[in-house]
């Protein structure tokens, strides 16, 4: 059993950028791989970026040279750092715990959510 707990989100203005965190609980976290979705008002949930245990990551074209995930197992968490960040990027930001993939399926554990709001 893994528990998250997301931290970091806030307003922005468009173009300023936040670094989201994520706590986990649990001697397993080194093992999984750590993903980041969003899911925007009316939108399905959607993937953004993904970390491997032994360090590769994805990113979602949307994101790609804009976001940066990240993660310390010395500290059992996982960062997201968004830069340059736009209007279209408002969303509740979940913290997720699973395998490498890009659907929220593969996914066994969830956060509750942060909300990133980015005002134009």
């Known amino acids: 059993q893994v528990q998250l707990v997301e931290s970091g989100g806030g307003l922005v203005q468009a173009g300023g950028s936040l670094r989201l965190s994520c706590a986990a609980s649990g001697r397993t976290f080194s093992s999984y791989t750590m993903g980041w979705f969003r899911q925007a008002p009316g939108k399905e949930r959607g993937f953004v970026a993904f970390?491997?245990?032994?360090?590769?990551?994805f990113y979602a074209d949307s994101v790609k040279g804009r976001f940066t995930i990240s993660r310390d197992n010395s500290k059992n968490t996982v960062y997201l750092q968004m830069n340059s960040l736009k209007p279209e990027d408002t969303a509740v930001y979940y913290c997720?715990?699973?395998?490498?993939?890009?659907?929220?399926?593969?996914?066994?554990?969830w956060g509750q959510g942060t909300q990133v709001t980015v005002s134009s």
């Open positions: 970390i491997t245990s032994g360090g590769s990551t």
């Open positions: 997720a715990a699973g395998r490498a993939a890009v659907v929220a399926g593969a996914f066994d554990f």
